[in-house]
């Protein structure tokens, strides 16, 4: 089934940014073809299994490809990928674009709640997961949950252990011939992924991006960072499967011809090894992960590197200082989402002594996304940022009242964040309209947990709010309202919200109950006074 995406940036805009090369105009698996040919012997991904070259990599992606098509998957065709970083994702990643699919990647770990949500929304025919990773089952839960997305045609199985009945084995899909497979030529202003954000929804969001947003609009973002001719290195401790990590196989491969260090998964000391062996000229990561990695013994002088880039949330002055000094380079704070909105900072942090509102973001680049000030709602003293570029989403997927609610009638994206351009023509970003917690580089959304306590007999109401803390950036604190007669602690709470399905990552770790809301002169919850209130004595930590 081909799923219908209607792009909400007019066609004459996209077609000027391909026309004056702003946009590379070519779909992302032909873009890949052209470093194949022109290096076959660079190296493209290491991971724990060793190198893959780019013409080894072509050669599993075709055979993968004839594999998926095999199973029936055809142009067009939305196919979710639950895989942890490594190369079965590049080489998925690579497959789906040749087939002229469009990929849905989510990280493993993520609950079978949420896969099931955004397969059944999006229509998925395929779901290339893994049999199991750190204790979950990926796979197993994904064919059990089968019979609840009738579009579903396959579950193929990723990993050495038995792939579980009812399910394709990856290692099957890769034994096909790919010689005689013949790439799709998709339209580039096509879509090519869609991007997941728990945003602040109650539902995790999906995005439609193109191959041009993604090759154009973000690697031009990924092209600001390269110092000098050759590719990049980088070493990716985000997920693939995340948006930021949609910077991986598209820009970094495809787009700049670079190689991928990938972790399976991260721990601070893995991290620190992986620089130190395979000197990346890039680190992706979120603050939380550089706090952690500051707090390990290190052997000795890192080797040198061209920038940490840092996303999901704004590394405080100290640390970023700690660790430009640490690591021998620039510490990059990128402002972005996957709904459409990049910003970084760029090599050179903001002056000392700066005064002016907010956290100074850097230069928007027009080449990426052109940012705006557009009025905010409720008479905010600042405006709300928008934005609109070659990195541009085409949609959010299945969710006509978002595009409602964050799209203009000309394509431009509502960030639901509060903003400035200053007189030097750098974005300040001064708060945020919406409800969502980051949580060490990930987005909680407040409105989603609020809506599972909820259902537990003994709260009467729940707001949820972020408290601040050195290593995560924020907590998830909830204040709850008890029936009469009731007292859960947080224990019982968060018990209450894994059998909900709602993983562990979004689970609150502080606890305040009161016996009624304080609320703003507006009638709504006051947010500031319940933050107060913890502030001045957390208790039931988890």
């Not at 087939?99 to 955004?118: H, K, N, Q, W």
Request: with cysteine; charged share 20%.
């Amino acid at each position: 089934m081909t799923l219908h995406l209607d792009d909400l940036v007019p066609a004459t805009l996209r077609r000027g940014w391909a026309a004056d090369g702003t946009c590379p105009d070519l779909d992302l698996y032909a873009l890949f073809r052209t470093h194949r040919l022109a290096a076959p012997g660079r190296v493209a991904v290491i991971d724990a299994a060793g190198e893959l070259t780019y013409a080894e990599l072509d050669h599993l992606a075709r055979d993968a490809a004839a594999g998926l098509r095999r199973l029936g998957v055809c142009e067009g065709d939305v196919v979710g990928v639950q895989l942890p970083n490594g190369r079965d994702a590049v080489v998925a990643d690579l497959a789906l674009a040749a087939l002229g699919a469009v990929a849905l990647p989510f990280p493993v770990g993520r609950g079978i709640t949420e896969a099931v949500s955004l397969l059944g929304r999006s229509g998925a025919r395929a779901v290339i997961a893994a049999t199991e990773h750190r204790g979950t089952a990926h796979a197993s839960e994904l064919v059990a949950a089968a019979e609840r997305l009738p579009g579903l045609r396959a579950v193929v199985a990723a990993g050495p252990q038995e792939p579980p009945a009812g399910s394709a084995a990856w290692s099957e899909v890769l034994s096909a011939d790919g010689r005689a497979f013949v790439p799709a030529r998709p339209d580039p202003d096509g879509a090519a992924r869609i991007l997941v954000s728990s945003g602040s929804e109650s539902e995790p969001k999906m995005v439609a991006y193109s191959h041009n947003a993604l090759a154009g609009g973000r690697g031009n973002f990924m092209a600001t960072l390269i110092a000098g001719a050759e590719p990049p290195r980088c070493l990716f401790l985000v997920p693939l499967a995340s948006a930021f990590g949609s910077n991986g196989t598209a820009v970094t491969l495809a787009r700049h011809g670079g190689s991928l260090v990938l972790l399976d998964h991260f721990s601070p000391r893995g991290a620190l090894a992986a620089i130190g062996e395979h000197r990346p000229t890039h680190v992706l990561a979120v603050p939380t992960m550089i706090r952690m990695m500051l707090d390990q013994p290190r052997p000795g002088p890192m080797p040198p590197m061209t920038a940490l880039v840092l996303g999901g949330a704004e590394l405080d002055a100290a640390t970023a200082a700690e660790a430009g000094g640490v690591f021998g380079c620039p510490v990059v704070n990128l402002y972005g989402s996957a709904d459409g909105v990049n910003c970084h900072s760029g090599f050179r942090p903001p002056p000392v002594g700066d005064r002016g509102p907010g956290v100074v973001v850097g230069l928007p680049d027009p080449r990426v996304a052109e940012i705006r000030i557009a009025p905010a709602p409720d008479g905010n003293e600042f405006g709300e940022i928008i934005a609109r570029g070659p990195m541009t989403p085409m949609c959010y997927v299945g969710a006509p009242e978002l595009n409602r609610r964050y799209r203009t009638a000309d394509g431009w994206v509502r960030t639901g964040d509060l903003g400035v351009i200053d007189a030097d023509g750098r974005l300040r970003l001064v708060g945020r309209l919406k409800r969502v917690v980051i949580r060490g580089g990930a987005n909680i959304s407040l409105a989603e947990v609020e809506h599972a306590l909820a259902t537990h007999p003994g709260v009467r109401e729940a707001v949820c709010l972020g408290v601040p803390d050195r290593v995560m950036g924020e907590r998830l604190a909830a204040c709850v309202v008890p029936r009469p007669g009731h007292a859960p602690d947080l224990a019982v709470l968060t018990a209450h919200l894994l059998r909900q399905g709602l993983e562990r990552s979004k689970h609150p770790e502080h606890l305040l109950l009161v016996e009624e809301l304080p609320l703003t002169p507006a009638g709504k919850p006051d947010r500031d006074a319940l933050r107060d209130l913890l502030l001045g004595g957390r208790r039931g930590s988890a």
